[in-house]
């Protein structure tokens, strides 16, 4: 979840986990519920990665890259369309066809983002930043990951203040479901 480094190399170390992740579970096939728990564990990094980029990575585009406004909005709603794939996936048992194909759809979507983001975005943010404020979003985006929700919840507004009001408390209540319910926990 935290690997340390300025916010890029936090971010693409989160890009290489979701790809090992998407690659564990296809290799998991047919173990359905071993699918079930690692699509679990890559829904957990997906949303976490996303609200820290959302809180932090998308407003220092805005403000530090010409035409920045159009690129956080961009990604942001490749996002969106990332959080209803992974919502849509837990309601669906990982032995159906439906399953596969959605999971198709959200690899397909996941892995366009991460080639968008570390071939054009990261590397206009790190000429436009200097080392110290990549140095400083790396903290804020480890932090807000740790506070982030762990579960997807779409309809959650995606612009401040709403996401920084109600991210903490999704974050808190997203835990403790999966505390209950052993979500996201056992081995590697």
């Known amino acids: 979840m935290g690997h340390g480094g300025d916010v890029i190399t936090e971010l693409a170390a989160d890009h290489q986990e979701m790809t090992a992740l998407f690659e564990r579970i296809e290799a998991a096939v047919p173990a359905a519920a071993e699918r079930k728990r690692l699509l679990d564990r890559l ?18 585009v805005r403000e530090k890259l010409p035409n920045g406004a159009a690129l956080a909005d961009k990604e942001i709603a490749d996002h969106r369309r990332v959080e ?15 399953f596969n194909e959605l999971f198709v759809k959200l690899r397909t979507e996941v892995r366009a983002h991460i080639r968008e983001e570390e ?4 590397a206009r943010l790190r000429e436009a930043c200097l080392p110290g404020e990549l140095e400083a979003l790396g903290e804020k985006v480890r932090t807000a990951k740790k506070r982030a929700p762990t579960r997807p919840h779409p309809g959650v507004p995606d612009s401040p203040p ?14 403790a479901r999966d505390l209950l319910t052993g979500r996201g926990g056992g081995p590697d």
Do not use: C, N
């Not at 209803?84 to 439906?98: S, V």
């Open 43 to 60: 829904t957990i990094e997906l949303v976490r990665h996303s609200v820290a980029e959302e809180q932090y990575l998308y407003p220092a």
């Open 162 to 175: 709403a996401h920084t009001w109600l991210g903490p408390g999704l974050g808190l209540v997203d835990r």
């Open 84 to 98: 209803r794939l992974l919502k849509d996936l837990e309601r669906i048992d990982a032995e159906d066809r439906a």
């Open 119 to 122: 071939s054009e975005l990261f």
